[in-house]
């Protein structure tokens, strides 16, 4: 919006196109859908995983996702600041106010600058000179040093985008109401919004009166829309061979009023921590005795008003010796709880969602990872930051601890980069992958960094090398996530070979030797995207969940199948408890679930 001078000047249409084209874009981008409320969306609208839906089904369900989020920014975030500063009720400043008067179209002037260098950027040299010599454009305040090449197309296009948005708005409301409808530019030119709310409309009454074409997803078994939401309250057991999961053998732990994203055991306590879209964590205590369905919650929010500014905790992790619990949550905060549920700090730095926490192994260090792009390490005594690292160009995905001092992030920007604390620049970066790098691991040793990427591989680092040293390429699609075997040097299973496991939205979770850089098996058996995988503490088995609602526990020496579950809702995380003995999986339908593994 800094591309044409004095502002003020300029008439309504051009505040107008101005002001639109800059909140969405600056909208856009600081709102962007995690992977999860993307899932979330197109589970709700189209009964399927977003790996499965087409382009058009794929972007009505980010969309669905993410207005929500842009709303809520504009509300919570631009508008009360904006009102707040002189000239407020200029458009460029605070767009609500274009809301409530139409104001003219393009000045003449400036609409035919602009037609002027279309016309000399697309080639037409001579057309261009006879169209600004009889349009008089010399009489135009605008800099031409000023205005970006495309600027007339860039303003069409967002104002076609902005017209196709009101049209697939419920006119009562201001919502989405079911698939976002496509319009024709031709249709966003000539119709008033009341006509592409009504083109809208018949669209989707036509639809309704369609067969219903969706292909069931349950292996037979009828289903409606929204049962990963609306299931049953508890996963239920599946109906194959001698595999399956006794119902005796799971607790169902219910009190979360929206999907459980996230769950970690804590390390010296039978106590289990889980996070949700409700704007809180849990506590669970899980020792022996009736009561142990009962949770402390940990709220985000203490209003209805804080839980509507999306406070989901989309992150926790329990310190060494499970004293303290460390939640990130959506609304840029990250907070230290004592295990009994109370608020020790609340750690304020961060600009935007937070997706990565992880404490050191000496307990006295915190470090996350936030869509602001930067990582902090905060002293987890005082809850103040000991050093904050902007290495990124888009937002942190992941951060790993490699020793007590040093740790690696990965982001959107497709690089690794590992870091100390003290040092004003990474110690090393890597830049191999070709799309967003989604997690990173350090193996037990601290010696191997794995990464993974929306590039479909999953790749092995050294910090002796520039280049990974090993390419794990045989995925068909991306790979959401990867774990190290607790096994190999420097870990309680020294004399087991090191294995890195990867999971991806093929469906499949591959099992590859780390020394050789072999996948030493395929485990196929899902059949939709593979969101979570976890070894044993043991080293022998390893637990995978997805959106197909199975949970799969598999041996590590022939990858065959050894338990199964079936839930009533997708799966995002699954963990083993210390002893090994169970298995603790988030299901999209509000419920944590313990299944009991004594193999």
């Known amino acids: 919006m800094q591309n044409l001078p004095d502002l003020g000047k300029l008439d309504g249409g051009v505040k107008w196109v101005l002001s639109i084209a800059g909140t969405m874009g600056v909208a856009s981008a600081i709102t962007l859908p995690t992977t999860k409320q993307s899932e979330k969306a197109a589970l709700e609208l189209f009964d399927k995983p977003l790996v499965r839906l087409t382009p058009q089904e794929r972007r009505t369900a980010e969309f669905q996702a993410g207005y929500g989020r842009w709303k809520g920014f504009f509300e919570t975030t631009v508008y009360p600041v904006t009102r707040k500063l002189p000239g407020a009720n200029n458009p460029i400043l605070n767009p609500t106010t274009i809301m409530t008067a139409r104001g003219d179209v393009l000045t003449s002037d400036v609409l035919n600058y602009l037609v002027m260098r279309y016309l000399q950027e697309s080639g037409f040299s001579h057309t261009a000179f006879t169209f600004g010599h009889e349009s008089n454009v010399t009489r135009t305040t605008v800099d031409p040093n000023n205005v970006p090449p495309g600027s007339l197309i860039t303003f069409i296009q967002k104002g076609l985008q902005y017209l196709e948005l009101e049209g697939n708005l419920d006119a009562a409301d201001g919502v989405v109401e079911g698939e976002f409808k496509m319009l024709a530019p031709e249709e966003l030119l000539v119709n008033d919004v009341d006509q592409l709310q009504a083109i809208v409309r018949e669209r989707k009454d036509e639809d309704r009166v369609r067969p219903d074409k969706k292909k069931d997803r349950d292996r037979g078994k009828g289903t409606k829309k929204g049962t990963d939401r609306g299931g049953p309250a508890g996963p239920t057991a599946m109906e194959d061979d001698n595999l399956e999961v006794s119902p005796s053998s799971v607790l169902t732990l219910a009190g979360h009023e929206s999907e459980v ?13 889980s996070g949700s879209g409700d704007s809180s964590a849990r506590i669970w205590n899980l020792g022996p005795g009736p009561s142990n369905t009962k949770s402390t919650v940990l709220s985000h929010g203490s209003t209805k008003a804080d839980k509507d500014k999306s406070m989901d905790v989309t992150t926790l992790d329990w310190n060494q010796d499970g004293s303290l619990l460390a939640t990130g949550s959506y609304d840029g905060l990250a907070r230290i709880w004592s295990k009994d549920g109370k608020l020790k700090q609340t750690l304020d730095r961060h600009k935007g969602p937070i997706f990565a926490l992880k404490w050191n192994k000496k307990g006295d260090s915190l470090l996350s990872g936030s869509v602001d792009k930067t990582a902090i390490v905060w002293d987890a005594k005082t809850g103040e ?71 479909r591989t999953a790749k092995i680092w050294s910090l002796s090398s520039d280049k990974p040293v090993h390419d794990l390429r045989e995925h068909e699609q991306e790979i959401y996530t990867i774990k190290w075997s607790p096994t190999g040097s420097g870990s309680p299973n020294p004399n087991l070979p090191l294995l890195l496991a990867t999971a991806s939205f093929d469906t499949t979770v591959k099992l590859w030797d780390a020394e050789h850089g072999k996948c030493v098996h395929s485990l196929q058996k899902h059949t939709d995207p593979v969101y979570s995988v976890a070894f044993s503490p043991n080293g022998r088995f390893v637990a995978t969940g997805s959106f197909d609602r199975d949970l799969h526990v598999w041996s590590v020496d022939d990858g065959s199948l050894v338990k199964t579950f079936h839930g009533g809702a997708g799966i995002y995380e699954v963990c083993w408890s210390r002893d090994g003995d169970k298995v603790a999986a988030c299901f999209a339908n509000n419920v944590v679930c313990v299944i009991d593994m004594r193999l």
């Open 261 to 273: 994203y996230i769950c970690a055991w804590n390390p010296a306590e039978p106590m289990l921590a």
């Open 385 to 455: 930051p000991r050093q904050t690292f902007d290495f990124h160009t888009a937002p942190t995905l992941d951060v790993d601890w490699r020793n007590n001092t040093s740790f690696a992030t990965c982001s959107s920007d497709k690089l690794v980069h590992v870091c100390k604390l003290g040092d004003a620049q990474p110690i090393k970066s890597f830049s191999g992958h070709a799309d967003e790098v989604n997690a990173i691991k350090w193996d037990p040793s601290g010696r191997l960094l794995a990464s993974c990427s929306d590039d």
